[in-house]
């Protein structure tokens, strides 16, 4: 694989980031953003197509562009993703968002804050949580920061679940599953050039849907990381929480429960 300091790649249209982790000692190496993945794991989010119109070149028209893609597991078996509805920002970076249909599937709604330790909402969910941080430290800013986000899956002991994490150090959004199956936690990029200065946002949004063993989340509507695990202790671990909050961080988020989509249940 040629190393991306090779090439002018700059993830700015990528669509999924499942098969990406952190390179051996990221953090010591001081790599940063898309500079430190390495793209060496199977990928989940695969043979993607999208929904617009006929046309087999249907970019070039007006209208909702709605992205599909089948998402393998490992334990052979493959699901249909959640729908994803692409845009373009201003300049010309791909952004998605979940299908706004994907509502009509909440049954109530759980409040995480700064004091609520977890809720639980079942093996399915849709989770929205939105951070902001004040860096202490104005001579290292953002990038200063311990990683902060949310856990789902979580168990009663509390010591085991799927890690939904914003790594300041490292500008990535990071998915840590090695508590069910995962070799490494895998990551996407917070920015998106090789300027080891660029600073990141003051502000992040987590949005995360749950299916029992398949998770996909999207951050602040660009870095998306989709994966299935395996080895659930059991249906008792499926609490949400938040970590990492501190005076430098708050959070909050909003745990839908969700209902069955198809017709077996």
Known sequence: ????????????????????????????KGLYGIRALNGDHSRGFAMARTLGSEDPNQVQYT??????????????????????ELSLSSDLVLLQQFVPEL??????????????????????SEVVARFSVWPLDAERGVRGLDDFGLRVLGCEDEGTGVDLSISPSLGLALVNATDYGKDV???????????????????????????????????NNQTAIAMSVT????????????????????????????KMANQMQ
């Open 1 to 28: 694989m040629v190393p991306y300091t090779e090439t002018n790649f700059n993830g700015t249209s990528m669509v999924d980031w499942g098969a990406f982790g952190v390179k051996p000692m990221a953090r010591v």
């Open 63 to 84: 209208g909702r562009k709605i992205m599909f893609a089948w998402l393998s597991h490992d334990n052979g078996n493959a699901a249909v993703s959640i729908g994803r």
């Open 103 to 124: 509502k009509k599937l909440r049954k109530g709604v759980l409040s995480l804050g700064q004091d609520r330790g977890s809720v639980d909402p079942g093996l399915y």
């Open 185 to 219: 936690a895998r990551a996407g990029p917070l920015v998106f050039n090789y300027d080891p200065e660029e600073e990141l946002p003051t502000s992040f949004t987590i949005h995360a849907v749950v299916d029992a063993s398949i998770i996909e989340v999207i951050v």
């Open 231 to 258: 080895n659930l202790s059991s249906e008792a671990c499926t609490k949400v929480s938040l970590f990492g909050l501190s005076p430098a961080v708050t959070g909050f988020a909003e745990v839908y429960p969700l």
